[in-house]
Nanobody, 114 residues
C-alpha cells in the first residue's frame, strides 16, 4: 500500500530548529517531485517547499533562507530542515507527492512558541 508518513514535529522556541522527515513506501519515490505544505488554524494550506526528482528546489518567500528541503532516495525519505523558526511557522506540516490527487500524509504538528 502506497503511503507517506511525516514525523519530527514538536514544540520549539522562536529562533530554534526542527527537521521534519517524510518516509515513503509503496511508490517509486525517486521519480516523484515532492512537496511540503503547511496549514495553520483558520488559514489556507500553503505550499512551503518543492524538490524535483533532479533535486531542483523551490520555496515560498516566507521560508526562503530559513528552510531547506532535501531527499534521500536510498532511504525513500524526504526532509525539511527548518531554522530560525518564527511563531508564524506554527502549523501542521504535510508531505505529498506531486500530481492529483497524489499521496498525502497525516501531517505533523509544529508549534513555535516561548
Amino acid at each position: 500500500q502506497a503511503q507517506v508518513v511525516e514525523s519530527g514535529g514538536g514544540l520549539v522556541q522562536p529562533g530554534g530548529s526542527l527537521r521534519l522527515s517524510c518516509a515513503a513506501s509503496g511508490i517509486a519515490f525517486s521519480y516523484y517531485t515532492m512537496h511540503w505544505h503547511r496549514q495553520a488554524p483558520g488559514k489556507q494550506r500553503e505550499l512551503v517547499a518543492t524538490i524535483t526528482d533532479a533535486r531542483t528546489t523551490n520555496y515560498a518567500d516566507s521560508v526562503k533562507g530559513r528552510f531547506t528541503v532535501s531527499r534521500d532516495n536510498a532511504k525513500n525519505t524526504l526532509y525539511l530542515q527548518m531554522n530560525s523558526l518564527k511563531p508564524e511557522d506554527t502549523a501542521v506540516y504535510y508531505c505529498n507527492t506531486a500530481g492529483s490527487p497524489g499521496y498525502w500524509g497525516q501531517g505533523t504538528q509544529v508549534t513555535v512558541s516561548s
